[in-house]
């Protein structure tokens, strides 16, 4: 499972998505923010508010979920990063062997980073729901490009220790990865 915080036609989501295409034996579910969630956190629509989800596109064109909230404060009608890991593993009835969060732009490795980073909370939200969760996050430089491939070239080994069983992911915690664009 793949969502993130950017939405759902953010240039990293697309940039990990298509790293992930690119492995053997790898079922690709993104769902994501109908729209930008930068800095929401954990946080989920509130009752009596509905969270709903639509046929979507990547950049590159692969198929995705994006999700709403009927919620007037949730800007443009998107629902939450958290929103996006409960409706797929919740509606949506997804059973991941792992959720990847990002590829964020924007370094999440402050400890306000963490508490306030959607792509931080999207990966708390599918960890407190049993699935193992890896956030990823891409550093950015005032006036140079973002290096999304970088982040996802780290992102991908990160998810290879993973799967062999080389880092810790207990029930308790979840992944963070911050990778810097360097000049």
Known sequence: LVANDDGVQAAGIDALVEGLYGLPNTLVNVVAPKANQSGTGGATTPPPYIVSGEAATTLSGRPATRV??????????SGS???????????????????LSGINEGQNYTNIGRIFSGTVGAARAGRSRGVPAIASSQGIVAGVATDFPTGVSATLDLLEEWRLGRTVNTTKSVLNINIPTCV
Request: hydrophobic share 45%.
């Open 68 to 77: 709403l909230s009927t919620d007037p404060a949730d800007p443009d009608g």
């Open 81 to 99: 990063p958290a929103d996006a890991v409960i409706f797929a593993l919740g509606t949506q009835l997804l059973s991941p062997d792992v959720l």
